[in-house]
């Protein structure tokens, strides 16, 4: 923890010199001093790497911590430096001159103030010692703890796997049960003769690294036929890890209440919380976590954080991406007790799970938030948090929150997702270090023009809130990476106007740094679609209520997006999308959803070598659209929703040879689908959705012998009528473990189980 507190500090070191080089009419002296404490940051950040390993010997142990709260120091006053500069210009306006005047002056009141700070930090530098010390006694303590470590360490008895010769069956079900069954509570029965072995075969599951690595608590117990509860729950509490002054010796309600608590206060994230990578990642860039590398953006830097904590069996994926990849992630569990104990000592998160809990941390700087009840009435140890998430909103009003947060002056990343709340909250624009804003899942409908002043945010999420116009003001934030303002407003089955994006002013041509932005509707003039050539770092583009003039500019846009991962258009209804003017398009595009009147399918689809998903909907098109697709290399999902009119829909053999989902959908005179032998050798997922006319099974489905699942939505009852046991074509689809059809009647949704 000490070495992120100090890679933090850095950042924040590299913010300010970047600030005063901007200026250039900061004092010389306190430039100095800045890059002073930047030089002893990174020389102490190298011995905390020699130092590694070396955590469990005291001394060095208090060296780290000295080196981490003074890293958090120096943090501190950095951002204070930059908080009351930024306050005060936005505050005031001034002409250029005067504004020259005005941040002299400014800079003059503070000097003094951070000046005699940071002489502060640097006399508890001289403190601590040099550094040098410090890494010279590394190898001493080592092998000091080498030399003993093998007569010191008791190993407790254990069972071996290798001692339960014959139970090597029930001892693989059980371990299977136990890992890969439902989240639910469950009870699992071993019986048996007196001395046939249950309680081996039972200590042997307890105790297996399988079981182990997968549950967060584990207690045994032994329950005899004349037994008190009280004592029993006593013995899991203290097992489990509860404090003995907290754990009631009496009374089943109150134990039990008491275990139900301690099992949900669980980085940041309560217990078996997923979260989404992108989202987790966003937030990593948002804290400072993430360090400059040549040639690659902050995004790219993060994901490869990610996946080496992945491949080290760190992070749990809790959900995978129809592609291989991580689409959200969790602590594992054998981990996350160590992790939350490590963070709560060095001061890295607080966890506030009980109304009454409070922290007992000086200086919190990240706060998580479990209970909604939870009493966070003013203290100073408030004052310096950097996060803050919350979960369980109910209970918890907008003007509770906003008492909260309108001290957390040093805010950075501030989660407001799921937050009961209808308005904008005006408070958060005072939060002018503010880097991430989630407002997702809110029922706020404008943001407010003083957005403007926060003039460091990354992130703006508003996803999912009614928000469907954004202020010109908003354009002033000139370090703004992610922009996500879309609502999808769908009842029954997916139409073209079911989503909902922003309308903005022309102008961002100016956020260079832009990663995602999803989705904007284009201005009446075009000025937008011509201004988008200048967002070179794109990853996302989401654009709707597109018109076929927008295409050229468009297609000559877009093109210069090298990086561009996601490509999401959508036309305005009884209007066509014009994309064949692309000679070139971005070589590493991996997503594609055309929405909208396609005139014809555009021949550089066929290029795309890197895509993996495509999606097609109300294209309109003459004829089948299989002939361009069917060579992508890496294809994997395909999604065709009234794409063509066509009565006949032919997989050729050798084509497809990735794919593993595909969904056919409102294909209205569809009447005949042939899958020749050879083709989508991999595909997973069929699903088909209400296409009246087709009414005989696909020809040539059991050729698809990697099938697992086909799902049927309002189809024909004639074809569902051939998926019965007791049809003559069952025979054709006897090799797919899942098949279910869902009908839509009377707005509600009807469901069989052909499997």
């Not at 703890?145 to 014959?166: A, F, H, K, M």
């Not at 404008?446 to 992130?459: E, M, R």
């Not at 832009?514 to 009446?524: A, E, I, N, R």
């Not at 050539?533 to 996302?540: F, G, V, Y």
């Amino acid at each position: 923890m000490a070495e992120i507190a100090v890679s933090v500090a850095l950042f924040f070191i590299e913010e300010v010199i970047s600030y005063f080089d901007n200026k250039g009419n900061v004092g010389s002296d306190l430039q100095a001093e800045v890059r002073a404490l930047g030089r002893w940051l990174r020389k102490a950040q190298a011995h905390l790497k020699d130092m590694e390993g070396a955590e469990s010997n005291e001394s060095l142990k208090e060296h780290m911590h000295q080196i981490r709260d003074l890293a958090y120091d120096i943090e501190d006053v950095l951002n204070e430096y930059m908080l009351c500069v930024q306050h005060r210009i936005h505050k005031h306006k001034f002409s250029n001159k005067a504004h020259g005047f005005f941040t002299s002056v400014i800079h003059r009141s503070l000097l003094n103030d951070v000046e005699s700070k940071i002489k502060e930090i640097k006399r508890k530098i001289g403190e601590i010692g040099a550094l040098d010390p410090i890494r010279a006694n590394i190898n001493v303590a080592s092998a000091e703890e080498g030399s003993t470590s093998s007569s010191s360490v008791n190993v407790p008895p254990q069972l071996l796997e290798d001692e339960i010769i014959g139970f090597e069956n029930p001892r693989k079900k059980l371990v299977h049960q136990l890992t890969r069954g439902g989240s639910s509570r469950s009870t699992i029965s071993v019986v048996g003769p007196a001395g046939s072995g249950k309680t081996t075969l039972v200590k042997s599951v307890y105790e297996s690294k399988e079981v182990r690595g997968h549950f967060d608590s584990h207690a045994w117990l032994r329950v005899s036929c004349f037994f008190k509860l009280e004592k029993l729950i006593c013995s899991m509490l203290k097992q489990i890890g509860v404090p003995k002054e907290l754990i009631p010796h009496e009374g089943v309600d109150v134990q039990a209440k008491v275990l139900r608590d301690h099992l949900q206060q669980k980085s940041i994230f309560p217990e078996d919380h997923s979260i989404e990578c992108g989202r987790l990642i966003r937030l990593w860039i948002a804290e400072g976590f993430v360090m400059k590398e040549r040639g690659k953006t902050l995004e790219e830097v993060a994901e490869e954080y990610l996946n080496e904590l992945i491949g080290r069996n760190l992070v749990h994926v809790s959900k995978w991406d129809f592609d291989g990849r991580a689409r959200s992630c969790r602590l594992q569990n054998l981990l996350l007790e160590f992790i939350v104990s490590k963070s709560e000592d060095e001061n890295f998160v607080s966890i506030l799970s009980e109304p009454n809990d409070s922290s007992s941390s000086e200086k919190v700087r990240r706060l998580s938030i479990h209970n909604a009840g939870t009493n966070l009435s003013w203290s100073t140890r408030f004052s310096w948090v950097r996060s803050t998430f919350f979960f369980r909103w109910d209970g918890l009003s907008p003007s509770h929150i906003g008492n909260v947060l309108c001290n957390f002056r040093y805010l950075r990343v501030l989660d407001l997702q799921d937050a009961p709340l209808e308005e904008f909250p005006e408070y958060v624009v005072d939060l002018s270090l503010l880097r991430y804003l989630s407002l997702r899942r809110t029922n706020i409908k404008t943001v407010p023009k003083s957005i403007k002043k926060l003039s460091h945010l990354q992130t703006l999420d508003l996803r999912q809130t009614y928000v469907t116009e954004l202020p010109a003001k908003i354009l002033q934030l000139q370090n703004l990476r992610n922009l996500l303002v879309y609502r999808y407003n769908v009842q029954n089955y997916v139409t073209l106007n079911s989503v909902e994006g922003v309308a903005m002013s022309a102008g961002i041509g100016g956020w260079t740094a832009l990663q995602k932005l999803s989705l904007v509707k284009p201005d009446k003039q075009g000025k937008i679609i011509k201004e988008l050539e200048a967002l070179k770092q794109l990853r996302k583009l989401g654009l709707i209520d597109l018109k076929r003039k927008d295409g050229k500019n468009l297609c000559s846009s877009i093109q210069k997006m090298q990086s561009l991962l996601t490509l999401d258009l959508s036309s305005i209804r009884n209007e066509s999308l014009d994309l064949d003017h692309m000679p070139s398009p971005p070589p590493h595009l991996q997503r594609l959803y055309l929405k909208g009147h396609l005139e014809k399918l555009p021949g550089w689809i066929s290029s795309l070598h890197n895509l993996f998903r495509i999606v097609l909907k109300w294209s309109g098109l003459q004829g089948s659209p299989l002939g361009t697709l069917q060579d992508l290399a890496n294809l994997v999902a395909l999604e065709l929703v009234d794409v063509t009119s066509g009565k006949e829909l032919v997989f050729r053999a050798g084509k497809f040879r990735k794919l593993k989902i595909l969904r056919i959908e409102q294909f209205h005179r569809l009447h005949t689908m042939i899958i020749e032998e050879g083709t989508m050798p991999e595909l997973q997922k069929l699903t088909l959705c209400r296409c009246v006319e087709l009414k005989i099974l696909p020809l040539g489905i059991n050729n698809l012998t990697h099938l697992k699942e086909l799902l049927l939505y309002d189809m024909p009852k004639d074809f569902v009528a051939q998926l019965q046991k007791t049809s003559d074509d069952r025979d054709m689809v006897s090799h797919i473990p899942l098949i279910h059809s869902f009908t839509l009647g009377s707005n509600q949704l009807s469901f069989q189980n052909l499997s």
